[in-house]
């Protein structure tokens, strides 16, 4: 699919492994905010990326404000589901880590290779996963890090259960630094998210011509809702509000952490103190553990009266950032609103899910 306009001005083209939309990762959000700066300023972009059927038009208007033209492939199998485990496991034993292995598509390197003849004035590759997608680095490029991948693997290895998910993990980690080794040397240009990342690219792998372009919040979309004076902050509590993807692995380690050690020091401090995590697809266990640990005030946003009670269940919708933008108004007007049902959710909850850790006075059951 190419939906298309009209160019006169130096041309872009920006390769992404995943659809953009919901941006409700924050891989997404920072893309997409990066390319929505970017319309209609200097270059004409084309935009390619896979698509399932139908998203596209689903989201043209999003897609119309990040980008002049959007070229797509069909999208794989989903990363859910019985055959994308099958697939997962089947990738553990190729040369390839199995989050890059599972971007790789014939459909998708034709595309990219036929824009690539176009003769593009430049090219930006987002994540390193997006290179399995080129033959080889082309002229004029640059590579958009989010992470050192390979580190975050490593991570994983270390706090592995057992044996044999050491050694995956540790699997994965060499063919990952194989990977951003063999790759980010080849771009013109390497972006990272820190100066600390990008020390490491220069060490480990070789990178030369990189920058640091630290990851930023878009103070304009989220921007605060001045209409009603938010309330102050009681010196004995106040409330902190994370947001993120609950289902990604290091926002659920970060989560534990805060209940195993950051939280029981904020609550001693502060007696009334709160914690509200908004985020799509919490794991059950995380949940469990907290009501286990006494904080058992974690809901879903939608109690009654403009208080926050017991829920009946727990949003299964995804959170995109205008979601996430009208929880935070909401949480800091001190409102409690529902919003219509959304996708993959038959209740009416505002989407995601919150976890409140709290009262204090169990702050010593956090340990």
């Known amino acids: 699919m190419d939906i298309s306009a009209p160019h006169n001005r130096p041309?872009?083209?920006?390769?992404?492994?995943?659809?953009?939309?919901?941006?409700?990762?924050?891989?997404?959000?920072?893309?997409?905010?990066?390319?929505r700066r970017m319309k209609g300023g200097f270059f004409d972009i084309t935009l390619a990326s896979p698509a399932a059927p139908g998203e596209a038009l689903r989201f043209a208007s999003d897609i119309a404000q990040i980008c002049d033209?959007?070229?797509?492939?069909?999208?794989?199998?989903?990363?859910?589901?019985?055959?994308?485990?099958?697939?997962?496991?089947?990738?553990?034993?190729?040369?390839?880590?199995?989050?890059?292995?599972?971007?790789?598509?014939?459909?998708?390197?034709?595309?990219?290779?036929?824009l690539l003849s176009e003769g593009f004035d430049a090219v930006v590759a987002d994540f390193v996963h997006s290179a399995v997608l080129f033959d080889a680095a082309p002229p004029h490029s640059v590579l958009f890090t989010h992470n050192i991948e390979a580190e975050i693997f490593a991570r994983h290895a270390r706090h592995a259960g057992n044996a044999v998910r050491r050694a995956v993990w540790r699997g994965q980690r060499r063919k990952m630094a194989a990977f951003e080794a063999r790759w980010l040397p080849a771009f013109d240009k390497v972006i990272a998210v820190s100066e600390r990342d990008l020390a490491f690219f220069v060490e480990n792998y070789g990178v030369r011509g990189g920058e640091a372009i630290p990851t930023g919040v878009d103070f304009d979309y989220f921007?605060?809702?001045?209409?009603?004076?938010?309330?102050?902050?009681?010196?004995?509590?106040?409330?902190?509000?994370?947001?993120?993807?609950m289902d990604w692995p290091a926002n659920i380690d970060a989560m534990r952490h805060c209940m195993d050690t950051i939280w029981p020091l904020i609550a001693k401090a502060r007696p009334t103190s709160r914690l509200t995590v908004v985020g799509?697809?919490?794991?059950?266990?995380?949940?469990?553990?907290?009501?286990?640990?006494?904080?058992?005030?974690?809901?879903?946003?939608?109690?009654?009266?403009?208080?926050?009670?017991?829920?009946?269940?727990?949003?299964?919708?995804?959170?995109?950032?205008?979601?996430?933008?009208?929880?935070?108004?909401?949480?800091?007007?001190?409102?409690?609103?529902?919003?219509?049902?959304?996708?993959?959710?038959g209740s009416e909850f505002v989407a995601g899910v919150y976890f409140a850790l709290d009262p204090p006075e169990r702050a010593d059951h956090a340990r």
């Open 11 to 35: 041309r872009l083209l920006f390769v992404s492994p995943q659809f953009l939309f919901p941006a409700d990762a924050g891989g997404k959000i920072r893309t997409t905010g990066i390319l």
């Open 69 to 114: 033209r959007f070229v797509a492939w069909p999208r794989g199998v989903a990363k859910a589901g019985g055959l994308a485990a099958l697939r997962r496991f089947a990738a553990l034993f190729g040369p390839l880590p199995v989050s890059v292995a599972g971007d790789r598509s014939r459909e998708g390197k034709a595309v990219v290779a036929a």
């Open 223 to 245: 921007a605060a809702d001045h209409e009603q004076a938010p309330p102050g902050v009681p010196q004995a509590g106040g409330e902190l509000v994370f947001t993120g993807s």
């Open 280 to 345: 799509r697809n919490p794991p059950p266990d995380l949940m469990a553990e907290a009501q286990r640990r006494g904080n058992d005030e974690m809901q879903a946003a939608g109690g009654q009266q403009g208080e926050y009670g017991r829920p009946a269940g727990f949003s299964g919708s995804r959170l995109t950032g205008g979601e996430v933008r009208q929880n935070l108004r909401q949480r800091h007007m001190g409102q409690c609103t529902k919003s219509p049902p959304h996708e993959g959710c």
